[in-house]
C-alpha cells in the first residue's frame, strides 16, 4: 500500500463489475479494497480507514442505504453506483443521506469523475441518472 494514494473500498456483490473497477481505479493511481457484501464492508470501514467509499446500490448483498447510516459519524464520502433504475425517489434519498454522487456502475469514467469530486474537499455533490442520464445536484 502507497500512503500516497487515495484508499478506496468498492462494495459491490457483482464479481465482474467489481474486478472491472478494481482494476480501472489502481490503473488511475488508487488504492483499492473490495467486499462483496454489505457486512463485509462495514467490517473493513471498522478495521482501516478509507478516503472514499463507492458502492452499489442492489439489496440484499449490498445496501447503500445501511452504508450510508453507518458512516454518518464519519467524513469518509460514498458515491452510490446503479445498474437499472430504482424507485422514483430513491435517488433524492441516496443524495440526502449523504451520498456524495450517484453514478453508472459501467460508465467508468464517470465513475472516475464522482469519485475525483468527492475526493476534492468543497466539490458540489452530482449525480447522473442512472437512467436518464440527467444531472442530480445534492
Not at 488508487?30 to 439489496?59: M, V
Request: proline residues 6%; contains cysteine; negative net charge.
Amino acid at each position: 500500500m502507497n500512503p500516497s494514494k487515495k484508499r478506496i473500498l468498492i462494495s459491490e456483490c457483482d464479481v465482474e463489475v467489481l474486478i472491472a473497477l478494481e482494476r480501472f481505479l489502481e490503473d488511475r493511481g488508487f488504492d483499492t479494497t473490495t467486499a462483496c457484501t454489505t457486512d463485509e464492508a462495514l467490517r473493513l470501514t471498522k478495521q482501516q480507514p478509507f478516503d472514499l467509499i463507492l458502492a452499489a446500490d442492489h439489496p440484499p448483498e449490498i445496501s447503500c442505504e445501511l452504508l450510508l447510516r453507518s458512516l454518518s459519524s464519519t467524513k469518509t464520502p460514498l458515491v452510490a453506483m446503479q445498474n437499472a433504475p430504482r424507485y422514483p425517489f430513491a435517488e433524492a434519498h441516496l443524495l440526502f443521506l449523504g451520498a456524495k454522487g450517484i453514478v453508472h456502475k459501467w460508465e467508468h469514467q464517470e465513475v472516475q469523475d464522482a469519485v475525483t469530486r468527492a475526493l476534492v474537499t468543497g466539490a458540489p455533490e452530482v449525480g447522473k441518472s442512472a437512467v436518464a442520464g440527467t444531472a442530480n445536484l445534492g
